[in-house]
């Protein structure tokens, strides 16, 4: 199993920046294999953020945060951050952290959320 732990939401103004992290832990962390950020606005579905292969390093990012976004990993530490630039109003959300481990075709571990709202 994996545990995933989000820190670093809050308050900022447009065209301001903020860095998120998730901290992972638990007994089958050896086997992430990506990692990634989601979201969730109110009334609105959960949408992909970006990602980071755990082996390769190599990043994946949705159109609406590229050149904005940035996602880094620390294997050996298991944690990965989202740095957040010129952030704009429709980046409020809730982020999730999720980790795609063991044999799972798809992400099977959450974390439970962090708020960040974009406002003046």
């Known amino acids: 199993q994996v545990q995933l732990v989000e820190t670093g939401g809050g308050l900022v103004q447009p065209g301001g920046s903020l860095r998120l992290s998730c901290s992972a832990s638990?007994?089958?962390?050896?086997?992430?294999?990506?990692m990634a950020w989601f979201r969730q606005a109110p009334g609105k579905e959960r949408e992909f953020v970006g990602r980071?292969?755990?082996?390769?390093?190599?990043?994946k990012y949705d159109d609406s945060v590229k050149g904005r976004f940035t996602i880094s990993g620390d294997y050996a530490k298991n944690t990965m951050d989202l740095q957040m630039n010129n952030l704009k109003p429709e980046d409020t959300a809730v982020y999730y952290c999720?980790?795609?481990?063991?044999?799972?075709?798809?992400?099977?571990?959450w974390g439970q959320g962090t708020q960040v709202t974009v406002s003046s």
């Open positions: 999720a980790a795609r481990y063991g044999v799972s075709p798809s992400y099977n571990a």
């Open positions: 638990g007994p089958t962390t050896y086997s992430i294999n990506f």
């Open positions: 980071i292969s755990w082996s390769t390093e190599s990043t």
